[in-house]
Nanobody, 120 residues
């Protein structure tokens, strides 16, 4: 079994900062692109940021220059540092990975975490 477990969500003050973490558990050889998505009440889930296994990043325009995504491959963990938080950042944040290699021939794809609430 492979799971993505997020942590770090909280209620923050205007202009505050928060760091989210997401760790993959289970027997894993390799993880491809990891990312963060968010879903605000009444809205569709949207991309926040992604990072490839080699470290290339991509951000939504709304969070550029405020959020930073990073990962520690040895720890199977992806992080999202969020600074200068705004009211519109309030959402449930979900961790995602495109694919996880479990054995030489077995891959699991499109995995999601359970979500963590960020409220500003």
């Amino acid at each position: 079994q492979v799971q993505l477990v997020e942590s770090g969500g909280a209620l923050v003050q205007p202009g505050g900062s928060l760091r989210l973490s997401c760790t993959a558990s289970g027997s894993i050889l390799r993880i491809t692109t990891m990312g963060w998505y968010r879903q605000a009440p009444g809205k569709q889930r949207e991309l926040v940021a992604t990072i490839t296994s080699s470290g290339s990043t991509n951000y939504a325009d709304s969070v550029k220059d405020r959020f930073t995504i990073s990962r520690d491959n040895a720890k199977k963990t992806v992080y999202l540092q969020m600074n200068s938080l705004k009211a519109e950042d309030t959402a449930v944040y979900y961790c995602h990975t495109d694919a996880v290699q479990r054995t030489e021939t077995l891959w699991w794809s499109d995995l999601w975490g359970q979500g963590t609430q960020v409220t500003r």
